[in-house]
């Protein structure tokens, strides 16, 4: 599951053997902690949004900014606009 992460961190190929031995590079391992802290980014739900679902898990020091507050929210169902909960803070 977290096979990517741990390479893209690691810049060596993790691998498991025949009798079920993971590796990372040559050595193996039998747990990992990862060195940085990592987050699901949530799109906004705008034309061609991408978040974490298309891009996957996003470390913590490229974090640039918080949401807090509704510039935009329509209704799913109707695709109307929901004045009621623009302008009001993200929970």
Request: no cysteine; proline share 6%; hydrophobic share 40%.
């Given at each position: 599951m977290y096979r990517n992460y741990i390479e893209w961190e690691q810049g060596l190929?993790?691998?498991v053997d025949e009798k079920g031995v993971v590796s990372l590079g040559d050595s193996p391992i039998d747990s990992y902690t990862?060195?940085?802290?990592?987050?699901?980014?949530a799109g906004d739900k705008a034309d061609n949004s991408r978040d974490?679902?298309?891009?996957?898990?996003l470390p913590r020091d490229h974090i640039a900014a918080k949401a807090w507050i509704i510039k935009k929210s329509v209704d799913p169902v109707s695709g109307k606009w929901r004045y009621g909960r623009i302008g009001k803070k993200v929970e």
């Open positions: 190929p993790l691998t990862f060195l940085k802290n990592y987050y699901f980014v974490s679902r298309y891009w996957g898990l």
